[in-house]
């Protein structure tokens, strides 16, 4: 059957059977699409993700919601969702895997920043699930605590694909801003193309922010006049990180894209040849992590202290 002939599934109830799905409650509902909770025949959970009937007649909504499919097919593996094969199809959506587990911005608010060692090992496997992406030529353009699964299983996958792209295949527009802001890398919001180095720098966020509860050029709104400088040492807001910790996502943070890592794989050697290294350091002392503070404090002290001598010394005479 030929994509312009597939309907939008109809409203879906609780408890209703649509094409052999059991139908439970919707997960997500936004204007871009609609999540439902279904289980196959063996009471398998699945996810159905479908458009909202708001988009029927939208230009290429329903060709993109089949490519979020294929970029899942592609894919395929421990870092991502699986997906159903539905060779009886007969309406406009896909099914993938349902996981349980929580998000990792769901265990940052339940536990507050990430230890050294778990950020390590989770870091590690985000940067070889976005290498994948990029091998397969897709950049995923919306990385984010939200859309990383830490499943009861133990595996960390990476979800949403509604805003993934795919040079040559998929389709431009040169208004479209996807992502969230403060994910988003600095030359996107000059109307730079899509390039996996933006990936990259959405990791960096998300790494960063793990760590510290904090981003590296403050919360970025989507209204605002956006002005990127030096991202903030993440060893500010913890005094426990290693320098090279430290350093390393500051090479991942800048706002020249051609100073940061160049692929995933680069980064990720630089995390495992420093594994070696203990994860335990003594804080870094304040002058060496805030010189321009120190040295600020230590001078309006000394003019007090001189202001002070001046009007002993006025007072005696």
């Not at 509902?29 to 063996?42: E, F, M, N, P, T």
């Not at 097919?73 to 421990?78: E, I, L, Y």
Request: hydrophobic fraction near 40%; charge should be neutral.
């Amino acid at each position: 059957m030929q994509l312009q002939q597939w309907p939008l599934p109809p409203t879906l109830k609780v408890g209703q059977t649509f094409e052999g799905w059991n139908v439970g409650d919707i997960v997500a509902q936004s204007r871009q699409s609609i999540l439902y909770r279904v289980k196959d025949a063996h009471g398998q959970p699945w996810l159905l993700k479908t458009l909202p009937t708001s988009r029927h007649d939208e230009a290429g909504a329903g060709q993109g919601l089949l490519l979020e499919e294929w970029f899942l097919r592609r894919v395929a593996g421990r870092f991502f969702p699986e997906v159903h094969s539905l060779a009886q199809r007969q309406h406009l959506y896909y099914v993938m895997r349902e996981y349980p587990g929580s998000t990792l911005a769901e265990v940052f608010r339940r536990n507050g920043p990430l230890p050294l060692v778990q950020w390590q090992d989770l870091a590690t496997r985000v940067l070889r699930a976005t290498g994948l992406l990029h091998r397969r030529n897709i950049i995923h353009r919306d990385i984010k605590p939200e859309n990383l699964l830490l499943g009861n299983d133990g595996e960390l996958r990476l979800l949403d694909f509604g805003l993934a792209f795919c040079p040559g295949l998929s389709a431009t527009n040169a208004e479209d801003l996807p992502g969230t802001p403060s994910y988003i890398a600095p030359e996107a919001f000059n109307g730079a193309e899509a390039h996996p180095r933006q990936d990259l720098y959405a990791v960096g966020v998300t790494l960063y922010y793990l760590l510290t509860g904090h981003y590296p050029y403050g919360e970025i709104e989507a209204f605002q006049h956006r002005r990127f400088g030096t991202p903030i040492p993440a060893s500010r807001y913890r005094p426990d990180l290693p320098q090279w910790l430290s350093q390393s996502l500051d090479k991942a943070l800048q706002a020249d894209p051609d100073q940061r890592y160049e692929t995933p794989e680069q980064w990720l050697l630089e995390l495992e040849q420093a594994e070696h290294r203990s994860l335990v350091t003594r804080p870094r002392p304040l002058l060496e992590r805030e010189p321009l503070k120190v040295w600020r404090t230590l001078a309006l002290v000394s003019l007090l202290c001189n202001l002070l001598a001046v009007i002993w010394f006025m007072g005696r005479h």
